[in-house]
């Protein structure tokens, strides 16, 4: 039994940057692949990015490679995204995930609440 929280999300302009975190209890949390979705609305929810359980490696899907960077600290069972660079189509709701494959090869397990990032123009 996993659960986590994300917080972080707000409002900014374009151009501007954001970081989320996503703490994690109930589990272990370095036995975990974690993993970065989005939904906007009217649209699908959409894999942004993982981390494999010790760090090592990590995936981004092209829209926000460059721009956006996932992190874990395993000392606190907290990943992150940081976002920079924001354009509006970044707006989404965002949640957090954790489950077996960093790259979404297999389906996340385990899900956060979401949290909200709108973007300016």
């Known amino acids: 039994q996993v659960q986590l929280v994300e917080s972080g999300g707000g409002l900014v302009q374009a151009g501007g940057s954001l970081r989320l975190s996503c703490a994690a209890s109930?589990?272990?949390?370095?036995?975990?692949?974690m993993g970065w979705f989005r939904q906007a609305p009217g649209k699908e929810r959409e894999f942004v990015g993982g981390i494999s359980k010790s760090g090592s490696n990590i995936y981004y899907v092209d829209s926000v490679k460059g721009r956006f960077t996932i992190s874990r600290d395993n000392t606190k069972n907290t990943v992150y995204l940081q976002m920079n660079s924001l354009k509006p189509e970044d707006t989404a709701v965002y949640y957090c995930?954790?489950?077996?494959?960093?790259?979404?090869?297999?389906?996340?397990?385990?899900w956060g609440q979401g949290t909200q990032v709108t973007v300016s123009s």
């Open positions: 995930a954790a489950g077996q494959s960093y790259t979404n090869y297999l389906p996340y397990d385990y």
């Open positions: 109930g589990g272990t949390f370095s036995r975990n692949s």
